[in-house]
């Protein structure tokens, strides 16, 4: 499984970009997608995921009711929509696939078997 994240960029505080997380194993959802950050000189940091066979996202706190995780099977990717950037949003942010991680994991990098490419999101006060 191949990922590809896209749609980092710079954008002002209060502003909003969409991510996207694409592989052709995504036209069904058997996988479970989960996005992760690092900012610089800290650990990865879990962000969101979305289910196998699920279309309801988990979020770690801090995003919650900013940012949403949702899957198009039509456009086989994963899409991470963040809204309300704050400058602690910025940092490398990646996507990672398990076709057999179980819920209660969503939230360990360590337990998903396949990673893409980082995006830089860098948010300005």
């Known amino acids: 499984v191949q990922l590809q994240a896209s749609g980092g960029g710079t954008v002002q505080a209060g502003g909003s970009l969409k991510l996207s997380c694409a592989a052709s194993e995504f036209a069904s959802s058997r996988y479970a997608v989960g996005w992760f950050r690092q900012a610089p000189g800290k650990g990865p940091e879990f962000v969101a995921a979305?289910?196998?066979?699920?279309?309801?996202?988990l979020y770690e706190d801090s995003v919650k009711g900013r940012f949403t995780v949702s899957r198009d099977l039509t456009e086989n990717t994963v899409y991470l929509q963040m809204n309300s950037l704050i400058p602690e949003d910025t940092a490398v942010y990646s996507c990672?696939?398990?076709?057999?991680?179980?819920?209660?994991?969503?939230?360990?990098?360590?337990?998903?078997?396949?990673w893409g490419l980082g995006t830089l999101v860098t948010v300005s006060s």
């Open positions: 979305i289910p196998r066979h699920n279309q309801n996202g």
């Open positions: 990672a696939a398990s076709s057999r991680i179980i819920f209660s994991s969503l939230g360990s990098w360590s337990m998903y078997d396949y």
